[in-house]
């Protein structure tokens, strides 16, 4: 069978490259395209992608333009065994890890020579209002390729934890999603659980037990992303990691936020997407040393 996923609303430069990975004990060589040089394709990509998929895609107003979108597919065949669903699956998991939302990637479509063949679809499609800021390219590639490795060593084809941030990132609205980014990590990372949680207290778990392990709160990779968090909250109004929480929390960014700047508004948008990033790798890490 051939392989086949579209990714719409990221950064694609437009130089396609290819990656190698392994399913289960089969190397499988993944192309990464868009449409344009997808057309220089052979059978049975020209009938299956430029004639139905694209034909079918474009007549559905619930679906992403397929002209626009990135293409992620198997050149060759790959096997199909009892394992095959499950693999997918985790490695379809992992791209939504990666280039999670405003980014969006369809479920696997199909090719089964001579048997049958399937159109990409999506669990749900609203025309976005913001431009994500992922991009496609051989590095965040090697990422996918990590978590994968991750899931497939440890059989997971689910999370909890995992789906609940994906779950938050599709909220639509950046304030609640930050809300519920920041409650997240604070539950999540309770150093003692026989106590009440500090948001502080959580976020430095967090970073030094699962983001960076190893590190401590003085080393570049944890200093980094406590200085980014702070530089943004105080770009807002709040002087420490608490204080935006708490000014979203208690309903207080209703008496300011008709007051916020374009840029602080990307700011928001910003840590948003910096907590999302952070708790994934950390959730990834947690995930391969206690699975």
């Not at 052979?42 to 079918?56: A, L, Y």
């Not at 490695?91 to 063949?117: C, D, G, M, N, W």
């Not at 709160?217 to 909250?233: F, G, H, K, W």
Request: glycine share 2%; no cysteine; hydrophobic share 40%.
């Amino acid at each position: 069978m051939h392989a086949l996923w579209l990714l719409n609303n990221i950064f694609f430069s437009g130089n396609e490259f290819t990656k190698k990975i392994n399913f289960g004990d089969e190397e499988v060589s993944l192309l990464i395209t868009n449409y344009e040089k997808s057309k220089a394709l052979k059978t049975p990509f020209d009938d299956w992608i430029h004639k139905k998929i694209v034909n079918i895609l474009m007549m559905q107003a619930y679906s992403p333009n397929p002209l626009d979108s990135v293409y992620i597919l198997t050149p060759n065949e790959i096997q199909r065994d009892q394992d095959t669903n499950d693999i997918l699956q985790r490695f379809e998991l992992s791209l939504r890890l990666v280039y999670y939302p405003q980014t969006q990637i369809s479920h696997i479509a199909s090719h089964i020579p001579k048997a049958a063949i399937s159109i990409p679809t999506w669990d749900s499609y609203n025309s976005v209002t913001y431009s994500s800021k992922n991009q496609i390219n051989e590095d965040t590639f090697d990422l996918v390729i990590r978590y994968f490795n991750i899931l497939k060593a440890k059989n997971l084809k689910y999370s909890e934890s995992l789906d609940q941030i994906l779950r938050i990132a599709n909220i639509g609205d950046h304030l609640t999603e930050l809300l519920s980014l920041w409650s997240f990590i604070e539950g999540f990372w309770n150093p003692d659980p026989s106590r009440d949680s500090k948001l502080d207290q959580s976020l430095l778990n967090m970073l030094v037990t699962d983001y960076a392990p190893g590190k401590n709160r003085r080393d570049p990779e944890i200093n980094v992303i406590t200085s980014a968090i702070l530089s943004q909250n105080e770009k807002i109004g709040a002087r420490k990691y608490s204080e935006l929480r708490n000014i979203l929390a208690h309903g207080q960014f209703l008496n300011i936020q008709n007051a916020w700047t374009a840029d602080q508004w990307k700011i928001i948008y910003e840590q948003r997407n910096l907590l999302i990033e952070i708790i994934i790798e950390s959730l990834m890490n947690y995930i391969e040393r206690t699975a």
